[in-house]
C-alpha cells in the first residue's frame, strides 16, 4: 500500500504573468511518452494491482483479504498452528512443515502447485522426511467466486482421506469450479459420492475453511499463496508469492 504525501507549493506572481507557447502536438508527444514509462514502471512493480492478474508479478494479491487487512509482520511474530485435521502431505514426524495459505482459484497458486511445490515433493528434504507440506484455506472470495465451495469440496474429501488426490484434481482444472464440476471431481478421484455431495451441499466444512481463513490473517497473510515454514522450536520463515523454490531451500536451511 502506498502512502500518498501532500505536496505543498506555490505559483509566484511573476510566473502567472509568464506564458509559454508550445504546440499541440508536441504535449501529446510528451504525454504519450510519460504515459508509457508510468505504465512500464507499473508494471514491474506490481503497481497495477486489479489489472495483473492475481496482483503482483510475484503472485501475492496485496491488499484483498476479505476479513481486513493484516500487517507484515516479521518472521519472529508470525505463529501458525497445525491441528489434527490439516491434511498433510509427507512424514507427519518432519522436523521442518512448510503450511501453505492457498486458493484454488488463484492463477499463482496454481503456478506455485506446478512450479515451486512440485519442486519441492522431489527434493530430498520432502524424499527423506526432514520436510512435510501442510494445506491450508485462503480463499478470497472477493475477487474469487468459485473459490469458497472448492475450498469446501477439498476439505469434504479431506473427511474421507483424499484430501491431496482431490486438491490435484482443482487445481488441473482451474477453470471448471463449479458445483457441478466439484462433484464430478468427487466422483473421479474415488470419494463416496452422496457424502461428498451432502458435505458440499450443506456447507458441513464451511466452518472450517473460515477457521484457516482467519489464521492466514492472523499470520501475516496479505494474499495468496502464502507460506509459512516452521519447525519444532516454533520458529519460522514466511514467503509470499509464486516465487522460486530456491527461496523455499533458503527458509529451509534457515530453520535446520
Not at 492472523?218 to 519447525?231: C, K
Request: net charge neutral; with cysteine.
Amino acid at each position: 500500500m502506498v502512502d500518498e504525501e501532500n505536496v505543498k507549493g506555490g505559483i509566484s506572481m511573476e510566473e502567472k504573468e509568464t506564458s509559454i507557447s508550445i504546440k499541440k502536438s508536441t504535449l501529446w508527444k510528451v504525454g504519450t511518452l510519460v504515459f508509457l514509462g508510468l505504465f512500464i514502471i507499473a508494471l514491474f512493480t506490481g503497481g497495477f494491482n486489479g489489472i495483473i492478474s492475481g496482483g503482483s508479478l510475484t503472485g501475492a494479491v496485496v491488499k484483498d483479504v476479505p476479513t481486513g487487512d493484516s500487517p507484515t509482520l516479521p518472521n519472529s511474530q508470525v505463529k501458525v498452528n497445525i491441528g489434527s485435521d490439516d491434511p498433510v502431505l509427507g512424514s507427519k514426524n518432519a522436523k521442518i512443515s512448510i503450511v501453505e495459505f492457498s486458493d484454488f482459484q488463484c492463477p499463482f497458486c496454481e503456478r506455485a502447485y506446478s512450479g515451486a511445490i512440485a519442486q519441492f515433493k522431489q527434493s530430498d528434504s520432502f524424499k527423506k522426511g526432514e520436510v512435510n507440506l501442510v494445506f491450508k484455506q485462503f480463499p478470497l472470495n472477493s475477487i474469487h467466486p468459485y473459490a469458497q465451495k472448492a475450498a469446501e469440496a477439498s476439505e469434504c474429501a479431506n473427511r474421507q482421506g483424499k484430501f491431496w488426490e482431490y486438491h490435484n484434481k482443482l487445481f488441473e482444472n482451474q477453470q471448471a469450479l463449479d458445483i457441478t464440476s466439484l462433484k464430478n471431481y468427487a466422483s473421479q478421484v474415488g470419494l463416496n459420492t452422496a457424502t461428498f455431495n451432502k458435505c458440499l451441499d450443506g456447507g458441513e466444512a464451511a466452518g472450517k475453511v473460515s477457521k484457516d481463513l482467519s489464521e492466514a490473517t492472523s499470520a501475516g497473510g496479505q494474499g495468496t499463496p502464502y507460506f509459512v515454514l516452521v519447525n519444532k522450536n516454533g520458529e519460522t520463515q514466511a514467503i509470499s508469492g509464486a516465487v522460486p523454490y530456491a527461496q523455499f531451500e533458503a527458509a529451509i536451511n534457515a530453520l535446520k
